[in-house]
């Protein structure tokens, strides 16, 4: 049953040095706010996995958190390319990190089969496709009813799950609206998941037909944190923060000018920063 917790208590009581973490949300819902958090408390050696890999995970690995990422898409959406990734993974800056790249499908794919209990995913896909050729857990399955060739690759299976969402209610049900991602599954499939949210309430009330409810005893904390998908958007609440992406490029391409930010806007604030956001927005 979910806990409600102030996020630093959440982050300290379910993530670990070492973890299999995924923080997933699709365009909007990034939470940011937590990825903050698991800076400033320096855990190590995690390994991220996430469908759409942007500039939370540039940060991530920019701060050396980070041996592995499982990813189907790397970038800083609308500009181009993180450049703390690429440093690590090119240059070794300020640790080596290993990839695991799969395509959008069989990342969705293996996020359900993860969520169901299953072993392995099974789709079509990958057919005259590159990856298999440097992935070695991409392999071909042959389907006992009907002979098709099918590709495979193996569940996703977190230690945590993080996302943010628009509301949690007292009881610890949550609310995301708008697009949604792989959040659902990610919690499914993790041993442990923090939740961070605009707002709780006592009753979810009306909400649109796309809308997905997780029920309090899938989620371990959730935490408030107003603002806590900034510069990303939270549908109803706030816009997307396009200048803070463009404005990304620049910081992240110089290592100095990167851990100077990190220090001034990570390290010395804390989760009231991204409720601040809230208010110069509203």
């Known amino acids: 049953m979910a806990t409600v917790l102030r996020l630093a208590e959440a982050i300290e009581a379910n993530l670990r040095d070492g973890d299999t973490v995924a923080m ?3 365009t909007h819902l990034i939470p940011f706010a937590a990825g903050h958090e698991v800076i400033r408390q320096r855990r190590k050696r995690l390994t991220l996995v996430r469908m759409t890999t942007d500039i939370i995970y540039d940060q991530l690995i920019g701060v050396g958190a980070a041996d592995r990422m499982i990813f189907s898409w790397g970038g800083n959406p609308g500009v181009g390319s993180l450049h703390r990734f690429r440093d690590a993974y090119e240059n070794g800056w300020p640790n080596k990190i290993e990839i695991e790249e799969h395509s959008h499908a069989a990342m969705a794919n293996a996020y359900d089969a993860g969520a169901a209990g299953l072993p392995f ?5 990958y057919r005259g496709a590159e990856l298999p050729r440097v992935n070695p857990n991409i392999k071909e399955i042959v389907c006992p009813f009907t002979g098709e060739k099918l590709a495979a690759v193996p569940a996703i299976r977190l230690d945590v799950a993080i996302v943010h969402a628009q509301k949690a209610d007292r009881k610890g049900n949550v ?3 708008g697009i949604v991602g792989v959040q659902k599954q990610a ?3 993790a041993k442990r998941s923090i939740v961070t949210v605009e707002e709780i309430v006592d009753d979810l009330g009306p909400h649109s037909p796309n ?3 997780l029920p309090g005893w899938t989620v371990n904390a959730i935490a408030l944190v107003p603002g806590g998908a900034h510069p990303s958007y939270a549908h109803g609440y ?3 923060d396009n200048i803070f992406y463009k404005t990304w490029d620049k910081i992240s391409r110089d290592r100095d000018g990167f851990r100077a930010w990190i220090d001034e806007n990570v390290i ?6 991204f409720a601040a956001f809230v208010q110069r927005a509203a």
Do not use: D, S, T
């Not at 010395?268 to 920063?273: D, Q």
């Open 24 to 26: 997933e949300g699709f």
């Open 121 to 125: 995913a099974a789709f079509r896909g």
């Open 175 to 177: 609310l995301f609206e």
């Open 187 to 189: 919690v499914l499939c």
């Open 211 to 213: 809308a997905v409810i």
């Open 238 to 240: 706030y816009k997307r």
């Open 268 to 273: 010395r604030k804390g989760p009231e920063a």
